[in-house]
């Protein structure tokens, strides 16, 4: 179990990672998903700006029972100006209705 400074340590090489530029489109891909799993694993980043992010998203697209974006969902800021919000997106089950 990592102690409260070891797991910040680690959310900032990855929001460093993320910043830095990628030799190319696929190791960019790649570290985009390693970096948003890792940050997964370890929690999200509860900063001002993923807060502000956050509430951006729920302002913007939050639409109670067909997408939504709770209070504490991961925010996985990238370097190019925006951010990925985690969210719920409701589907209906065309064969649950046929039961």
Do not use: F
């Not at 800021?77 to 649950?96: L, R, T």
Request: glycine share 8%; proline share 5%; aromatic share 6%.
């Amino acid at each position: 179990m990592l102690t409260p400074p070891e797991k910040a340590d680690i959310l900032d090489i990855i929001e460093n990672l993320r910043r830095r530029p990628a030799y190319g489109e696929r190791e960019g891909l790649w570290r985009q998903r390693t970096l948003s799993a890792l940050q997964t694993a370890l929690g999200p980043i509860d900063n001002d700006d993923a807060s502000r992010l956050r509430g951006l998203a729920q302002d913007e697209y939050h639409c109670e029972g067909s997408l939504e974006i709770d209070d504490h969902a991961v925010v996985s800021i990238s370097g190019d100006g925006g951010a990925y919000v985690q969210a719920w997106v409701w589907v209906e089950d065309p064969c649950a209705a046929s039961t």
